[in-house]
């Protein structure tokens, strides 16, 4: 098992523009969550998954924001219309306890 | 508003000495409580926990203490190494929490003199 993936690593993309990221978990891990770390800031919450069944979002994760995670297994993320203020990198985690969280390195988005 | 907090920012220590870091944390509901070490490039890896019920868990060459009554908690390093040489993170959870998701602090830039 190689850990969680996340693609891409970097993305730069105009004011405007619609992202989307990736996240593979750890194939027996049944959750799955979302972070976003801004400079200077530890990872904050954004969403969670058990399956397939996002359980529960953050307030920060506005209606431009949205998950998925079909058939319990990867996970994207997507941002539509991006602000200057999403930039931030987003890190995806994958569990079956609470020390079992493993993250991975994240993809670094700028919006420019 | 902030939950978890590391007030400082950055700490310096000689290899082999101990590097102490600190953690508070406002929220009376949080029960369960971890530390994470961040490399540049690299997302967080689990370093140690600790549960409400416990004061201290031991691992290797890392302690965590709790001190529920301060709200406080500490991360002990001995003896400290080069390639401890990192950030790191305090978080904080609690047992009726969906899914156990965290809430971290800030994080303490930790650097290691050779």
């Known amino acids: 098992d190689t850990g969680v993936s996340q693609d891409p690593r970097h993305k730069i993309t105009k004011r405007g523009q619609n992202v989307t990221f990736r996240c593979d978990p750890i194939?027996?891990?049944?959750?799955l969550y979302w972070y976003r770390q801004t400079l200077g800031q530890g990872p904050e919450f954004l969403t969670y998954?058990?399956?397939?069944?996002?359980?529960?979002k953050s307030r920060l994760l506005s209606d431009r924001f949205s998950a998925e995670r079909p058939k319990g297994s990867f996970s994207t993320l997507e941002i539509q219309r991006t602000e200057q203020g999403d930039s931030a990198m987003y890190l995806c985690?994958?569990?079956?306890?609470?020390?079992?969280?493993?993250f991975g390195s994240g993809t670094r988005l700028t919006v420019v | 508003d902030q939950q978890v907090k590391q007030n400082s920012p950055s700490l310096s220590v000689q290899e082999g000495r101990i590097s102490i870091l600190n953690c508070d944390y406002t929220n009376s509901m949080f029960d369960y409580f971890l530390w994470y070490k961040k490399y540049p490039a690299e997302g967080p890896t689990f370093l140690i926990s600790i549960s409400s019920i416990k004061d201290k868990n031991e691992d290797g060459r890392f302690t965590v203490f709790l001190n529920k009554s301060a709200k406080h908690l500490s991360l002990h390093i001995v003896p400290s190494q080069p390639g401890d040489s990192a950030v790191y993170f305090c978080a904080a959870t609690w047992e009726k929490s969906s899914g156990d998701k965290l809430t971290f602090g800030t994080g303490t830039r930790l650097a290691v003199r050779p």
């Open positions: 985690a994958s569990s079956t306890t609470r020390d079992g969280y493993t």
């Open positions: 998954f058990q399956n397939e069944a996002q359980l529960e």
């Open positions: 194939s027996e891990h049944n959750r």
